[in-house]
């Protein structure tokens, strides 16, 4: 990624970008890289920190959904099985096949799931990533030894995807960069530039880490910012219907003690009609999630008590050991930019995760809806959408081949490889200083080389942007995080060129930051 001075520069300099993409999550950088790789100036705005919101705060899965499948959205959970077989081939260092099981404690479950998974398979087709087959309950208890025994029947063994979602998103920022795009964090556009005709024509920008405000020109502006879409379609036009009906879904985080082993476990309907996993991440356990549905959308979502508790009520069904508040790691809340239905439904659960295109009389092109799996098909249709408005010339899409921070002989298996082609830096920074490969705490998978690393190439601008997103400490376990927190900022307050003020100013605003990530006891 270039630096953020360097990027400003860049910026100003342009007389005119072909394409504005606003919002850097993960539809956003999506939407990016597709234009930049079609051979558009490209251009990608993020009032925040990059992936800041919804698109750091998943479940850790692509997945085709197998709850949509019972819905009856065959075409949709077709179109995210085959974007997961794309990710698993061009970005093998982060997305990886995870075994699934669902135990089944009533006799008909076995056939029942069992059925229902092989047309999951088939909907797959050669995009598969294995067969799922029928458990017997000794099998079932050897693969999920930390599951309740008690009256288990069986059970079905699936596959799916998953991957950690902020870090792919900065692989893709890497190779945005890397082909001629720009992209920069905390630059907040305020509003839009339309020519006498009425047609966009630009943004004006606020760099929020300085104030200082941009006129920025492009043909063509897109609208990428999830939850937040509604708030930019009110500066192209004040009344207008609303495109989203936001949910809110939790996650609570376990150490790895309450489901030893690789394999995840999936109950496929819970109380409230949702679907429960508990996937193994980074040498802990990620437990979720809830659906409630929302009328505030903020970047920092708290999780509810009542939602704590429903996790806790539902994974203590099945989990062996008793899981306390204590036995919690972290909580994270994140947002679901679910297209609003056509009448009013408070059973967000019931709408689909199928993305929307519009675009407004003045060519604003909005993408509404979708999920990190289909985020590459939403960049496509966008660009294509600008391509059959006459607004962009026509050019062929390249992301389905194209290898995102993995070269084609990529090994998964050597140091550092969450870094993907970067691994061989980091290494290569241990060997001249061995002290570096000391980890940051011992219950965080971090090292100092890593942190290095990051402050010098991931645009960092505070604190957060490290410990949240480009590390996922805060996400694995806030305490500990929390811990380790000022001596992180010492060592790197001179990469940041930070004075002992902005230190304490970073600290400050960290463990204010922290707090949403801490189950209170």
């Not at 995210?80 to 081939?89: C, D, F, I, P, Q």
């Not at 893709?172 to 005709?197: P, Q, R, T, W």
């Not at 207008?240 to 879904?249: A, D, L, N």
């Amino acid at each position: 990624m270039n630096d953020r001075k360097q990027v400003l520069e860049e910026i100003r300099k342009a007389p005119q970008f072909d394409v504005i993409i606003i919002g850097g999550g993960a539809s956003g950088i999506g939407t990016a890289l597709e234009s930049c790789l079609r051979g558009y100036t490209t251009l990608l705005l993020e009032k925040h920190d990059f992936t800041k919101g919804t698109s750091s705060k998943s479940t850790k899965l692509v997945h085709g959904g197998v709850r949509y499948m019972a819905q009856g959205d065959l075409k949709m959970v077709r179109e995210a099985l085959k974007e997961r077989g794309y990710l698993v081939k061009n970005a093998p260092h982060l997305v990886h096949d995870q075994a699934f099981i669902i135990p089944n404690y009533k006799w008909w479950e076995g056939a029942f799931y069992t059925i229902g998974l092989k047309f999951y398979d088939l909907l797959a087709g050669k995009f598969s990533l294995g067969r799922s087959i029928h458990l017997g309950s000794k099998k079932v208890k050897e693969m999920l030894p930390g599951i309740k025994h008690e009256k288990l029947k069986g059970g079905v063994l699936y596959h799916d995807g998953q991957f950690d979602d902020s870090r792919l998103a900065i692989d893709m920022l890497h190779a945005l960069s890397e082909h001629g795009g720009l992209a920069i964090n905390y630059m907040e556009v305020c509003g839009l530039i339309k020519d006498e005709n009425g047609k966009l024509s630009g943004v004006k920008a606020k760099d929020n880490t300085t104030g200082n405000e941009l006129t920025i020109s492009a043909k063509t502006i897109m609208n990428a910012t999830g939850v937040w879409v509604d708030d930019i379609l009110e500066m192209d036009v004040s009344a207008h219907e609303k495109t989203i009906r936001p949910s809110q879904g939790i996650h609570l985080v376990l150490k790895k003690e309450f489901l030893p082993g690789e394999n995840a476990l999936m109950i496929p309907k819970t109380s409230d009609g949702r679907v429960l996993f508990a996937v193994p991440w980074h040498d802990y356990l990620v437990v979720g999630t809830t659906d409630t549905p929302i009328n505030d959308s903020h970047a920092e979502p708290i999780a509810s008590e009542q939602e704590i508790l429903f996790i806790l009520d539902t994974a203590s069904l099945y989990f062996k050991k008793e899981i306390k508040r204590s036995d919690v790691q972290s909580v994270f809340a994140g947002l679901r930019p679910l297209a609003a239905p056509k009448k009013d439904s408070s059973k967000t659960k019931e709408i689909s995760r199928n993305h929307k295109i519009y675009i407004s009389e003045s060519n604003l092109i909005t993408v509404v809806g979708g999920k990190w799996t289909t985020y590459r098909k939403m960049g496509q249709d966008m660009i294509d959408g600008a391509i059959k408005k006459g607004l962009l010339p026509p050019s062929e899409s390249p992301t389905k081949t194209f290898r995102i921070a993995a070269r084609e002989n990529f090994e998964k298996n050597i140091p550092f490889s969450l870094y993907g082609n970067n691994a061989s830096e980091i290494a290569a920074m241990i060997k001249k200083d061995p002290g570096l490969s000391e980890k940051i705490h011992p219950e965080i998978p971090y090292c100092w080389a890593e942190v290095c690393w990051i402050c010098e190439h991931e645009m960092i601008v505070h604190l957060e942007d490290l410990l949240a997103r480009r590390l996922r400490a805060i996400l694995l376990n806030a305490r500990a995080t929390l811990e380790i927190a000022e001596e992180v900022a010492n060592r790197i307050k001179k990469t940041m060129n930070w004075s002992d003020d902005e230190v304490k100013k970073e600290l400050d605003s960290f463990e204010i930051f922290a707090e949403n990530y801490t189950l209170r006891l």
